[in-house]
């Protein structure tokens, strides 16, 4: 079972991961860019046609390059998206895809909108009913790139997820380069 904030992490009832998430992700949804500050890249998938709610080597990559950077403390933080300012929804979970799929089923979390985060505030990950939100400072997202083959591969998986050859009515091409931009 995973620990619940702010006991768990000795944050204080102002709930510092609040602002960290209010900070950095901007509460708009694709084609509209999600960044509220500048020195971040992300990446972003269909949730509905992966089990794990993106693909398997994006989370091996993201979770790697989490595992090996240095200084990183030894877990990450969960919090419902709707429910943000409820301190009970926020979770401490193990940075590994077994702890993160726990706390998905406990209390069925994966049907809420959600985040998934790294205590230093390296990266944070949105969970919506229909985008999984990959994103991270300019730094980690590089190693996270490189790691799935470049800025081209991951654009391109990116592309096949939410256009995959079809007209792009909504600019979702457009949404996939923004997204990238920075790096």
Known sequence: MADHFPEALGLSPTAAWLNFIESIVLPTMPPDLPFAI?????MAFDRTSYE???PDNVWECWMAVHNQAAGYPSG???VRYRNASDLLSGVH????????RTYWDENYSFLRDHYVFSLDQQWIIRLD???TL???KLDFMRSVVDRLGGVAEVRKMMDDDFIGGSDDVVGLGDYIDGLLAPL
């Open 38 to 42: 500048q020195g971040w890249a992300g």
């Open 129 to 131: 009913q229909d985008t």
């Open 76 to 78: 990450l933080g969960a």
């Open 52 to 54: 794990d709610l993106a």
């Open 93 to 100: 979970i193990k940075p590994d895809m077994e702890s993160i």
């Open 134 to 136: 990959f994103l991270g």
